[in-house]
């Protein structure tokens, strides 16, 4: 199972974008897809988006068309995601997750600690 | 957008108590059903995928079932470890979704 390691915590103003990464512990992410989630404070839980790392093909939810970019560096291990626009219902804790991509089935089956992005003028 | 609802929002129980957690589907979603629980400031845990798939490592106490739109989650015998917050999230169809969770609390 492949580890991952997010980027530390963001305070950015509204109308701005967030950069935040996601590394895989042992520098490749193999067979996996990468995929990005968020949680708004008490909240429950939101995918954003997702790329196949070896591909570098990525596809988003209709709802961040425009706004977001995920791109990954296979070579590096890793997988970064660009939020533009950014407004406070953004304020959320950003997840990366593993996706099997040898597996009939979707999970997301191994997540990132997390980064808090916080909108705040 | 298929809509995940679960039932309850949250929950009361004892440690060796067996409790249930139901998911509903806007539509159906064959098997496409995942589990997770999350313990406060930790990510989520995959518990259940295929709607009653054991994940590897996940203790025998938790099974999933149903097909459709109708699923649910059983904990056969509560452990302390257990008292966390559970989501269900369809697999079927992107953009993936997720029930609005059901906060299990130790009575």
């Known amino acids: 199972q492949v580890q991952l390691v997010q980027s530390g915590a963001e305070v950015k103003k509204p109308g701005s974008s967030v950069k935040v990464s996601c590394e895989a512990s042992?520098?490749?992410?193999?067979?996996?897809?990468i995929s990005w989630l968020r949680q708004a404070p008490g909240q429950g839980l939101e995918w954003i988006g997702g790329?196949?790392?070896?591909?570098?093909?990525?596809n988003n939810a209709q709802k961040f068309d425009g706004r977001v970019t995920i791109v990954a560096d296979e070579s590096a291990g890793i997988v970064s995601m660009d939020l533009s626009s950014l407004t406070s219902e953004d304020t959320a804790l950003y997840y990366c997750?593993?996706?099997?991509?040898?597996?009939?089935?979707?999970?997301?089956?191994?997540w990132g600690q997390g980064t808090l992005v916080t909108i705040s003028s | 957008d298929i809509q995940m609802t679960q039932s309850p929002s949250s929950l009361s129980a004892s440690v060796g108590d067996k409790v249930t957690i139901s998911c509903r589907a806007s539509?159906?979603?064959?098997?496409?059903l995942n589990w997770y629980h999350q313990r406060p400031g930790k990510a989520p845990k995959l518990l259940i995928y295929?709607?009653?798939s054991v994940q590897t490592g996940v203790p025998s106490r938790f099974s999933g079932s149903g097909s459709g739109t109708d699923f649910t989650l059983t904990i056969s015998s509560l452990q302390p470890e257990d008292f966390a917050t559970y989501f269900c999230?369809?697999?079927?169809?992107?953009?993936?979704?997720f029930g609005q969770g059901t906060k299990l609390q130790i009575k």
């Open positions: 295929a709607a009653s």
């Open positions: 999230q369809q697999s079927s169809k992107t953009p993936y979704t």
């Open positions: 997750a593993t996706e099997p991509t040898n597996s009939p089935w979707q999970t997301f089956d191994s």
């Open positions: 539509q159906t979603i064959g098997s496409h």
């Open positions: 042992g520098g490749t992410f193999g067979n996996y897809a």
């Open positions: 790329i196949i790392p070896i591909f570098g093909t990525a």
